[in-house]
């Protein structure tokens, strides 16, 4: 059979070198781009019609969530596996959400990746082991939990309904009557949750996620 193209999105040069003289060791695997943000990696993808991209998460310009979110919404034929240091529930649930084909750890055997790339091809889904429980919990969770619409707790909604108004921290710690170094932590926790870098990025993904409502 032909090789497997493969596009690696990833911001660390030494990573996405080390990735493809691994991959293409016995010819199975074809790396055809490279990218280094997500944005880029879009680009990429419409030009070379990859078989399988291999997404990080935290990237510049564009999350690879985001990115993986944009590449479902244009309905591109290439499958995508998020190779990620990120182990934590909210992030593994995110990319399921979206429509992930496969999720593996930085820190996995080269086997497991291998054996990943060659299981989303085939079009089947691929979950690392280790992550399966965790998202076996987090499904019943939300199954059982008819609130349970976000990542985010009660009180980081309130935070971010206020924080989409346009109020600074300070501000939004009097309306709440909670200090304004908690604030700053529910602010911290909001963005990683929902993989954002700033506060307008925080507030579109309120509105478009019917957190809050235009007037």
């Not at 291999?54 to 479902?72: H, S, Y």
């Not at 919404?73 to 998020?82: C, G, V, W």
């Not at 969770?141 to 909604?157: I, M, P, Y």
């Amino acid at each position: 059979m032909d090789p497997i193209k493969i596009v690696i999105a990833d911001d660390h040069c030494m990573v996405r070198e080390g990735l493809k003289q691994l991959l293409e060791l016995d010819g199975d695997i074809q790396v055809v781009g490279e990218a280094g943000d997500g944005v880029n990696c879009l680009t990429i993808i419409e030009k070379v019609n990859p078989d399988v991209v291999l997404l990080d998460i935290n990237m510049p310009e564009m999350n690879g969530l985001k990115c993986l979110e944009i590449i479902k919404e244009k309905k591109y034929k290439s499958k995508i596996l998020i190779l990620t240091i990120h182990n934590e529930i909210e992030y593994l649930w995110k990319a399921v959400q979206i429509g992930v084909d496969g999720y593996v750890l930085k820190d996995s055997e080269s086997d497991i990746l291998r054996k990943a790339i060659f299981s989303v091809y085939k079009g089947e889904k691929f979950i690392q082991s280790e992550l399966v429980p965790l998202l076996k919990q987090k499904e019943e969770s939300h199954e059982n939990n008819d609130d349970d619409d976000s990542l985010l707790t009660r009180r980081e909604t309130e935070v971010l309904k206020l924080l989409t108004e346009g109020l600074f921290n300070k501000e939004i710690a009097y309306q709440l009557s909670i200090s304004e170094k908690t604030v700053k932590n529910h602010v911290s926790n909001i963005f990683k949750k929902i993989c954002v870098s700033d506060r307008t990025q925080a507030a579109v993904y309120a509105i478009k996620n019917n957190i809050v409502e235009l007037n």
